[in-house]
Nanobody, 116 residues
Framework: QVRLVESGGGLVQAGGSLRLSCAAS????????MGWYRQAPGKQRELVAAISSGGSTNYASSVKGRFTVSGDNAKNMVYLQMNSLKPEDTAVYYC??????????WGQGTQVTVSS
C-alpha cells in the first residue's frame, strides 16, 4: 500500500519561510512526478510546484521566485521551500505522486497559515 505523508506546515508571519516535506512509502517502482498542490477555503485545488524524476520543475506563476521544489529519488521524498510567504499562500498543501501510468496518490494535507 502506497502512502504519502506531509510535514512541515504551520503558522508563520508574512515574509517568513517554511519547508514542507513529503515522504512516499510502500510498493513504489517508478515515479513520473511528485508535486505540491494547495487548496484555500472556497477555492479549487491548484498546482503549486512539481518536479519530474529527471529533475524538471514547474511552478505556478504566483509562487515563482519564492518557492523551490526539490526531490530525493533515492528516498522517494519531495520538498517545498517556501520563502517570502504571503497571506494569500494560506491553504492546505497536498503532496501528489504521479506514476508513469498517470495514476496518482495524494497525501492527507498539511495546513499552512500566513498571518499579516
Amino acid at each position: 500500500q502506497v502512502r504519502l505523508v506531509e510535514s512541515g506546515g504551520g503558522l508563520v508571519q508574512a515574509g517568513g519561510s517554511l519547508r514542507l516535506s513529503c515522504a512516499a512509502s510502500g510498493s513504489i517502482f517508478r515515479i513520473a512526478y511528485m508535486g505540491w498542490y494547495r487548496q484555500a477555503p472556497g477555492k479549487q485545488r491548484e498546482l503549486v510546484a512539481a518536479i519530474s524524476s529527471g529533475g524538471s520543475t514547474n511552478y505556478a506563476s504566483s509562487v515563482k521566485g519564492r518557492f523551490t521544489v526539490s526531490g530525493d529519488n533515492a528516498k522517494n521524498m519531495v520538498y517545498l521551500q517556501m520563502n517570502s510567504l504571503k497571506p494569500e499562500d494560506t491553504a492546505v498543501y497536498y503532496c501528489k505522486m504521479t506514476l508513469p501510468s498517470s495514476y496518482a496518490y495524494w497525501g492527507q494535507g498539511t495546513q499552512v497559515t500566513v498571518s499579516s
